[in-house]
């Protein structure tokens, strides 16, 4: 009979001890869940606030004259770069009506072609006194 329930204990601590790993090891993947989460909008985060700061820059500099589309390349430091290693792009669309000058400037990702930010933005045009 001893022999019994020593046997019944030792398959109840292994089966507390197999729900104990269990219970563990759901507990840390939702913690790595988490993380990761917070470490991917934590990314979003700066890539947001870069992009609102170049866009605003590059609305602050648009031209009255000058009305070409243009697009900057920035790489994953967000530093200035050519195309082939650009990470972002920054684009701007130029349309002119009569005294008004539109521009759609955005920021994306080259990769998916994402948008992280736009501003549609308008602007007077002053005429020049003609002589």
Known sequence: MKYQRHNNTSSLFLL???LA?????????LCIQIFTKAHLMSQDARDLNFAVNEVSSMAEQMPDDSLQDAAAYYDS???????ADAVYVLTV?????????KAHISMDTVADNRNIYTLDITKHRQRRAES
């Open 93 to 101: 669309h130029y349309e002119p009506e009569d005294t008004l000058l």
């Open 21 to 29: 790993v269990l219970f563990f090891s759901v507990a840390s993947a």
């Open 16 to 18: 507390e001890l197999i």
């Open 77 to 83: 430091s967000y530093a200035s770069c050519e195309k």
